[in-house]
């Protein structure tokens, strides 16, 4: 027999930073973090889990290409749901599960996202938090969101913000064990509806420092690291949790583009310097700050991964379609390497 379950989780985008572990293994932050989670008709990872007694070991298939699954990430977040797997019982297919045969039994994992992978999307964001969620539901675990955001958070730290839609704080927690460094929402998906994200593919290629030895050499390196975490950040998130309570664009887009600035600017005080951004990102901050300074008040915000991507935040259907016609005008895809756009969140234009 074969028992399966399947999950889609859609990933998230950081407007306050997770830049800096305190913790490489249990990946503790060095500060708070906030993100938007994204519809998941647009930007998410599906993945399936199989459980057979005729598997003779955990095997992985990441886009149809089978990835190594030892010592890894997923490993540790398999590891974790395992030892909280409950008896599961399908009696359409007679299968009756204990929760002691669970450490004998292998699974089977398929995975698929639905935007390129490692351009600085944060595509492992969705594909762990889907993982988790996914493997969870097959072994009938119990746990709550908040316990699933610190499993996700042991595979990759922004995952944990993808277990819930809408806005999402990562508490950075002060435990050792990590006990307390946890997801929650802020917000759910209906509360800030008119938002628009739009998402520039600059380029689709993978990026040339992961995020995870990128953040690496910041904490070895990076003093701007240290003052950022300690006394930027902390006030920035309060700022940040008011302005989405309140749906103040005006102070939510500013913090979002000092925050990706602040984050790129890290990367550059790191030795050697990280470089993320290429030219056409920097092209395209100098046409949103251009356009936010004519008007006198932001039009639209924008923030920037591990990558060359943009990533743009309308406060309405108007000023996203302005900014398109905008990004189409002084990007033409012909003529340099902006290829395409994909437009995700709540609404579309
Ligand atoms: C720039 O979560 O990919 O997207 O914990 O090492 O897996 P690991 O790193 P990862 O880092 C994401 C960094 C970021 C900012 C963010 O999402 O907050």
């Known amino acids: 027999w074969v028992l399966m379950a399947t999950g889609r989780s859609p990933t998230n985008i950081a407007v306050i930073k997770y830049w800096g572990k305190r913790d490489e293994a249990l990946i503790l932050p060095v500060n708070d973090s906030i993100s938007v989670t994204l519809d998941p008709d647009h930007l998410s990872a599906t993945t399936t889990v199989a ?156 990026k040339e420092t992961s995020s995870t030895s990128g953040m690496r050499d910041s904490v070895e390196t990076s003093p701007l690291l240290q003052y950022r975490a300690q006394t930027v950040v902390p006030e920035r998130v309060l700022k940040m949790e008011e302005a989405i309570k309140s749906r103040n664009f005006e102070s939510f887009a500013r913090l979002t583009c000092a925050d990706s600035n602040q984050f790129h600017a890290v990367c550059l005080d790191t030795s050697p310097p990280i470089f993320y951004m290429n030219d056409t990102s920097h092209r395209i901050i100098s046409l949103v700050e251009k356009w936010n300074q004519s008007e006198g008040t932001p039009q639209v915000a924008y923030t920037f991964d591990a990558g060359p991507n943009a990533v743009l935040i309308a406060p309405n259907r108007k000023n996203a379609t302005i900014l398109l016609q905008k990004l189409l005008y002084y990007f ?18």
């Open 51 to 206: 459980v057979s007694p005729s598997f003779p070991s955990d095997r992985m298939w990441l886009n149809g290409k089978e990835i190594s699954l030892s010592g890894g990430r997923f490993q540790s977040c398999l590891r974790e749901i395992r030892k909280r797997a409950q008896d599961v019982e399908d009696e359409k297919k007679g299968i009756r599960i204990k929760k002691e045969d669970w450490g004998k039994l292998h699974v089977h994992i398929a995975s698929f996202n639905n935007f390129p992978t490692a351009a600085g999307l944060a595509s492992s964001a969705a594909g762990l938090a889907c993982f988790v969620f996914t493997l969870g539901k097959l072994m009938n675990v119990k746990e709550d969101h908040g316990e699933l955001s610190s499993i996700a958070r042991q595979g990759s730290g922004s995952a944990c913000r993808s277990i819930y839609g809408g806005f999402v704080k990562w508490c950075m927690g002060k435990n050792n064990d990590g006990s307390d460094s946890i997801a929650v929402q802020l917000a759910d998906e209906a509360h800030w509806n008119d938002l628009v994200i739009i998402i520039a593919v600059v380029s689709s290629k993978q």
């Open 332 to 349: 033409p895809p012909q003529d340099n390497d902006l290829s395409s756009y994909m437009v995700g969140d709540k609404s579309i234009l």
